[in-house]
């Protein structure tokens, strides 16, 4: 049995890989953004431990990490949630700087996954829209995607990758979504918590459990240094290399 921690799993797929996970018999804690959103999951999903915290939110993304923490260690995380139709400001801070924060904070798991997608090949290059208002989901999935590629390249010990869950019918994806639903989270379950030789690989980028080409920048490790650098800087965490 694994530990696992998923942010975002009050609904969508964060809520469906937590469900599969329970019913494989892991433990796995979940998370929701607010204590309403919190007490809705815990009857979504009888006898669930949720913690609830705003990632749009600085010092309550470093609160969460503290409240993991006092839970142990767990055996993989997946940073999961995430936002779209939002300002910039909410883009940088949840799809960027709230993994930045759980990665750099949380002990070590043995397995890290994060939700990136394949909108990220159209963000702009390099990394001037991080500090910017002009920041857009696609520049956030890049940005995401280069963390997971950071992680890997600094912790060897760790298999850390990115996921591509498809454009599938959740609210975020609108109902004429055309991918599986089903299909969207199994990549992350299987890298979560499968001895496949092929689950227990690291720096990648996979869609359906089959490695992904992604953009160049993202495997570049001077940028990678910049991201975590200007990530401290507009955090205060610093990154454990």
Known sequence: MARIFITGSSDGLGLLTAKALLEKGHEVILHARNEERKRETEKKVAGARVLSADLGDIQQAIRLATEVNALGRFDAVIHNAGVYQVPADQLLKVNVLAPYILTSMLIKPRRLIYLSSDMHTGASSGLDHLTSSRITYSDSKLYVLMLSMAAARLWPDVYAN???????????????????????????????????????LTGKYFYHKKEQQ????????????????????????????
């Open 162 to 200: 990115a996921v591509d869950p498809g454009w599938v019918p959740t609210k975020m994806g609108g109902s004429g979504a055309p991918d599986s639903l089903e299909q969207g989270y199994q990549t992350q379950l299987w890298l979560a918590e499968s001895d496949d030789i092929n689950a227990k």
């Open 214 to 241: 992604c953009k160049a920048e993202a495997k570049d490790s001077s940028l990678q240094e910049q991201l975590l650098d200007i990530c401290e800087k507009l955090t205060g965490v610093s990154f454990p290399a």
